[in-house]
Nanobody
Framework: QVQLVESGGGLVQRGGSLRLSCAAS????????VGWFRQAPGKEREGVSC????????YYADSVKGRFTISRDNAKNTVYLQMNSLKPEDTAVYYC??????????????????WGQGTQVTVSS
């Protein structure tokens, strides 16, 4: 059974840090592009950061560049999102997502094969 389980969300003050994890089971992460989306109340889901399976190239939304870092540990079948210098506008439900390795633009219009259930991140001011 294919499953993605996110963890690491929570409540943090402005300027704080969190590390999100996405553990995959039922398949091997090596063959997928992986990434993180988020959805704030009343807003559309947006791509935050993605990383390629082929060359490790990364994408970051402008709003998180320099503050967030995506990484993957294929041996642990896990994807991480390190979030530093958090702002109240980062408050959202964060979702892990996987897409085919040969399909580009996972953080944009590219194909998404699997979604996690989401983890809430709340940044207080």
């Amino acid at each position: 059974q294919v499953q993605l389980v996110e963890s690491g969300g929570g409540l943090v003050q402005r300027g704080g840090s969190l590390r999100l994890s996405c553990a995959a089971s039922g398949f091997t992460l090596d063959y997928y592009n992986v990434g993180w989306f988020r959805q704030a109340p009343g807003k559309e889901r947006e791509g935050v950061s993605c990383i390629s399976s082929s060359d490790g190239s990364t994408y970051y939304a402008d709003s998180v560049k320099g503050r967030f870092t995506i990484s993957r540990d294929n041996a642990k079948n896990t994807v991480y999102l390190q979030m530093n210098s958090l702002k109240p506008e980062d408050t959202a439900v964060y979702y892990c997502v996987l897409g085919p390795s040969l399909e580009p633009d996972l953080c944009g219009s590219g194909i998404k094969d699997y979604w996690g259930q989401g983890t809430q991140v709340t940044v207080s001011s």
